[in-house]
């Protein structure tokens, strides 16, 4: 599975944007981009994923740059509830991988009011 | 629907002793995993199960073992607890469809001194 960069934190002022980019430069074609994110001392929750298509759903965009090699998760207005871990994972959907999540460092995102 | 839920929430062992953790689902999901998380850590995967009877290695498998005899039950056992093993532990499921979107409990945190 390929590996991802994202940075160790990030700030946002509630009611606006978040962006959280990640690079997944060694990305292959059939390998998805997955968001997850864990609250403090609660269980990851899963959030969006994607392929190449731009993904929007109820919680967040998915933006994933034309040459796959990186992606950004859009949180469009951040609450407060939205300070979390956000972790960007990249694998394969099919195959052996049966759902092996590998969760990295993530972005400690912080909302502030 | 309770979704994911995990037994004990907290617990304290001594080196040597052993334990089970449970892990239940009502989502009648064909996957489910055991992952532990070490303080500033990401997740790491123990062990998992694509459906009641079978089970395979993660990870970090040494020192742990695990049993699926009912579809909606997960368990996970340790012998004989070492400190290394300290640590909080999250159960997740999903379907087999979508493998890679799973459900996570609320963790175990587990102390071994």
């Known amino acids: 599975d390929a590996k991802t960069t994202q940075p160790t934190s990030m700030d946002c002022a509630e009611g606006r944007a978040a962006n959280l980019p990640c690079n997944h430069s060694?990305?292959?074609?059939?390998?998805?981009v997955y968001w997850y994110r864990q609250i403090h001392s609660q269980g990851p929750q899963y959030i969006i994923h994607?392929?190449?298509n731009n993904e929007t759903n109820e919680m967040a965009s998915l933006i994933i740059t034309e040459d796959r090699k990186s992606s950004t998760l859009i949180l469009p207005h951040a609450t407060l509830r939205d300070t979390a871990v956000y972790y960007c994972?990249?694998?394969?959907?099919?195959?052996?991988?049966?759902?092996?999540?590998?969760f990295g460092q993530g972005t400690i995102l912080t909302v502030h009011p | 629907n309770a979704g994911v839920t995990q037994t004990p929430k907290f617990r304290v062992l001594k080196t040597g002793q052993s334990m089970t953790l449970l892990c239940a689902q009502d989502m009648n999901h064909e996957y489910m995993y055991w992952y532990r998380q070490d303080p500033g850590m990401g997740l790491r995967l123990i062990h998992y199960?694509?459906?009641?009877?079978?089970?395979a290695k993660g990870e970090v498998p040494d020192g742990y073992n695990v049993s699926r005899l009912k579809k909606q039950n997960f368990l996970l056992g340790l012998e004989s607890a070492a400190p290394s093993q300290t640590s909080v532990y999250f159960c997740?499921?999903?379907?087999?469809?979508?493998?890679?979107?799973?459900?996570f409990g609320p963790g175990t945190r587990l102390t071994v001194l």
């Open positions: 994607g392929l190449k």
């Open positions: 994972i990249v694998l394969n959907a099919g195959g052996t991988s049966y759902g092996k999540l590998t």
């Open positions: 997740a499921s999903s379907n087999s469809l979508g493998y890679n979107e799973q459900f």
């Open positions: 199960s694509v459906g009641e009877g079978t089970t």
């Open positions: 060694t990305i292959s074609g059939n390998e998805y």
